[in-house]
């Protein structure tokens, strides 16, 4: 009985990760005419995780992304690590690379040392991308430790507080993110696959 369960358990798992990967999340940004102020952000997608680009007042790009702190962080890439962030909740980290003389597309490779797959920029309220920066900045401004290094990846990581796991990965955060800009996010990005639409 106790196998039959397990079997029937880690089927429904596969099932839903196959279900997963045929979903493409579509990103639906605000009417530009809507805003006051606009300004251009940047959504990342680097194949199988994402990450979110926005301006500063002053120059350049920053560049914030989240993930599980051993495989991602440390570089702790096997099997078990992965197994263990995905069945509950574990350790993550959240990155941030500032680049301030960075301000073309063109130059976008060099804040993304894992790769790009593609690039979407699309225009948002300027208030809320400050207001977005001010809260994933203040995580560092609490931060009881040094920032961690990572050069695979051009950021400095500090500790979040919310546990990575399958309902809280890399690219659900991002796509929080992006709602906080008042971008539309349906479908499931678990799997990265991004497609911008209009309203």
């Not at 992965?82 to 597309?105: E, F, N």
């Not at 207001?131 to 920032?147: Q, S």
Request: proline share 8%; glycine share 10%; with cysteine.
């Amino acid at each position: 009985m106790g196998n039959r369960f397990s079997r029937l358990r880690w089927l429904g798992a596969g099932s839903c990760v196959l279900l997963l990967a045929g979903c493409v999340s579509r990103v639906v940004p605000p009417e530009p005419d809507s805003l006051t102020k606009p300004v251009d952000v940047y959504l990342l997608d680097h194949g199988r995780h994402s990450s979110l680009v926005l301006p500063r007042e002053e120059g350049g790009v920053v560049r914030y992304s989240y993930g599980e702190w051993r495989w991602y962080v440390e570089g702790r890439r096997h099997l078990p690590t992965g197994a263990m962030a995905m069945l509950w909740p574990t350790k993550s980290g959240l990155g941030r690379g500032v680049y301030p003389a960075i301000d073309t597309l063109e130059q976008f490779h060099r804040l993304a040392p894992e790769g790009l797959t593609d690039v979407y920029p699309f225009p948002v309220e300027a208030g809320r991308v400050l207001a977005l920066r001010r809260r994933l900045d203040g995580h560092f401004e609490r931060a009881d430790v040094e920032p961690m290094s990572s050069d695979e990846f051009g950021l400095e990581f500090v500790p979040y507080p919310r546990g990575y796991s399958a309902i809280h990965q890399s690219n659900l955060v991002v796509a929080r993110w992006l709602r906080a800009l008042d971008v539309e996010v349906h479908g499931s990005p678990w799997f990265s696959r991004w497609r911008v639409a209009t309203r």
